[in-house]
């Protein structure tokens, strides 16, 4: 790409990495963008990343199927647990992103996403800066795709280097 040359990523095109359960197709990384990677991420049923935040990152989701549990705000309490149940000081609660949903997150922001569904759910992911969640996707997966249950110290020591403060646990069904 140069700079008088854009980036054209037509669909099922992008680099894939994934594990049996879960898949992230890499459309536009720091090689291509100094503001932000983007990414389609498939979330399987029973997933839960569990509630997080960052420090440096921002990040946008755009929910194109399915449905998912989302929370993008700073609890009255943070329960080591549960978050579905957090509520804001203002009064907002986690509420059941459809298709069209956008969630925006700021730097500091407490937020989390679950798949309780029986289906998959698809959704169109933007982080900013690159390239922190494109080496960190690709070691997760490979932690996770090692077949046995997830190595939740491996998880955590990675999600420090790539600053991410796990507040609630990762979980996979």
């Known amino acids: 790409m140069t700079a008088t040359e854009g980036l054209l990523v037509p669909p099922g095109h992008g680099r894939v990495v994934h594990t049996p359960a879960?898949?992230?197709?890499?459309?536009?990384?720091?090689?291509?963008?100094?503001?932000?990677?983007?990414?389609e991420v498939e979330v399987p049923p029973g997933f839960d990343v569990g509630a997080h935040l960052?420090?440096?990152?921002?990040?946008?989701?755009?929910?194109?199927?399915?449905?998912?549990?989302?929370?993008?705000?700073?609890?009255?309490?943070?329960?080591?647990?549960?978050?579905?149940?957090?509520?804001?000081?203002?009064?907002?609660?986690?509420?059941?992103?459809?298709?069209?949903?956008?969630?925006?997150?700021?730097?500091?922001?407490p937020h989390a996403f679950a798949n309780p569904t029986k289906a998959p759910a698809r959704m169109f992911f933007q982080a900013s800066p690159p390239p922190d969640h494109e080496r960190y996707f690709e070691e997760l997966l490979e932690i996770l795709g090692n077949g046995g249950p997830p190595d939740h110290e491996a998880i955590e020591a990675l999600r420090k280097r790539y600053d991410i403060e796990q507040l609630t646990p990762l979980k996979l069904r």
């Not at 009064?91 to 949903?101: D, E, L, N, Q, S």
């Open 54 to 109: 960052h420090t440096r990152s921002e990040e946008l989701f755009y929910v194109l199927e399915g449905e998912l549990d989302v929370l993008a705000f700073e609890p009255r309490i943070r329960t080591p647990d549960n978050w579905q149940k957090w509520q804001s000081s203002s009064g907002k609660k986690v509420m059941r992103a459809t298709p069209g949903t956008v969630i925006v997150v700021p730097p500091g922001c």
């Open 22 to 39: 879960q898949r992230v197709t890499f459309k536009v990384t720091g090689t291509h963008s100094r503001s932000a990677s983007t990414f």
